[in-house]
């Protein structure tokens, strides 16, 4: 159970932390139990946080032996940017809610074992304060209410050398979280937050409008506004939160680099179609080259690969290395991406794919 009084966090990985649940349960012992709840939660009754991992229960793996694997690596390339492995870290905002070296920690978990690290916009930790020459590393968009404030972000990312930008697109406004609210959960009132200044907040509305419709989803982008930022960097625009082909297609004509099929880890809309399947209908309808990565319910190497066979380019995790930063820090999140990256390299060896390019739905079955 989460605790009323938590336990600081570990300074050395203990034998049992074998597993991603292994750490789900240690770091409830290392949160106040309404921050737990925050981080656990989802949208109204969550049945999109539990089908995000349930998804790939009803996938079975159909193995192929005697393969000469003696070359096999797990290495890509995206947008002419070479990458070691496929396991990213998803933008999560207000890190220091789960360790006190917040992004910075997590940030430098990532550099040591080669993962791309996606910062949010919603960081307590300055987009400068991460190491500049860590070739690893993507800046999270969240728009900024205009075009001026989103492309100034935009410049300062690119200065410090972030490689990409993701512009998160899903969520406009925030989602109904039951279970975030009974726990009275609130962000500490203290809690800053570099990147996120009071411009966030709605302006004066006149009487008769809406709060939600001509408030916050008045601030939010459009597709021109998609557009007119990428006339503006010479930097690699992905959009996170597509779940629709046509949204998917749309990004193409508009000159979106690439996608992040993501739910928002069930967050933001409950209901909504679980990212696997959502996959499987855009990679139908965008070129074979064009990336498209996953968000959502990873919680084991054989799910990486799952999602790879069915036509990811890369997968990004957000809870389970969360688990890993509240539990010990920098430590704790760079042995949750070793777990993963070691299971999946075991389940490519098993399955007898060499190469991430050897892995496709031949190798999958599915009901």
């Known amino acids: 159970m989460p605790q009323l009084h938590p336990l600081p966090p570990l300074t050395a990985i203990p034998a049992k932390l074998q597993t991603i649940a292994d750490y789900e349960a ?3 012992l290392h949160l106040p139990e309404s921050t737990w709840h925050y981080l656990q939660g989802g949208a109204m009754h969550e049945l999109s946080v539990r089908r995000n991992m349930l998804q790939f229960q009803d996938i079975q793996l159909t193995p192929r032996h005697l393969n000469d694997l003696t070359a ?6 995206l947008f002419g940017q070479h990458y070691p492995h496929p396991l990213f870290l998803a933008p999560i905002g207000h890190q220091a809610l789960f360790h006190s070296q917040a992004e910075y920690a997590s940030a430098l978990a990532a550099e040591v074992m080669q993962s791309n690290f996606i910062l949010s916009t919603l960081t307590n930790t300055h987009l400068t304060n991460l190491n500049k020459e860590n070739p690893y590393k993507w800046f999270q968009l969240y728009w900024q209410g205009n075009r001026e404030k989103s492309l ?8 410090h050398h972030y ?5 998160t697109i899903d969520a406009p406004h925030v989602g109904i979280r039951d279970r975030e609210r009974k726990a009275f959960f609130q962000l500490p009132a203290d809690m800053q937050h570099p990147h996120a200044p009071a411009h966030f907040e709605i302006s004066h509305l006149n009487e008769g409008e809406h709060p939600v419709f001509h408030g916050l989803m008045a601030m939010a982008p459009k597709w021109e506004d998609i557009a007119w930022l990428i006339k503006h960097t010479d930097l690699p625009v992905i959009l996170k939160g597509v779940l629709h082909p ?4 749309k990004s193409l004509e508009y000159g979106v680099s690439g996608l992040i099929v993501s739910n928002h880890g069930g967050r933001v809309l409950d209901t909504t179609i679980s990212p696997l399947i959502a996959l499987q209908k ?3 309808v965008v070129p074979a080259d064009y990336p498209v990565l996953l968000d959502g319910g990873i919680r084991r190497g054989s799910d990486v690969f799952k999602a790879i066979a069915l036509g990811a380019s890369a997968v990004l995790i957000g809870r389970p290395y969360i688990y890993g930063l509240a539990t010990a820090g920098a430590l704790g999140v760079a042995h949750v ?6 299971e999946f390299e075991i ?3 098993l399955m007898g794919t060499a190469t991430l390019n050897d892995i496709n739905q031949d190798f999958i079955y599915q009901d």
């Not at 100034?152 to 200065?159: C, D, G, I, S």
Request: overall charge positive.
């Open 337 to 342: 991406l070793k777990i993963l990256k070691e």
């Open 72 to 77: 096999g690596h797990t290495q890509l390339n």
């Open 282 to 284: 855009i990679r139908a």
């Open 152 to 159: 100034a972000l935009v410049k300062l990312a690119q200065q």
């Open 26 to 28: 240690e770091a409830q």
């Open 163 to 167: 490689k990409a930008i993701v512009i």
């Open 347 to 349: 389940t490519m060896a």
């Open 246 to 249: 046509v949204d998917a297609k």
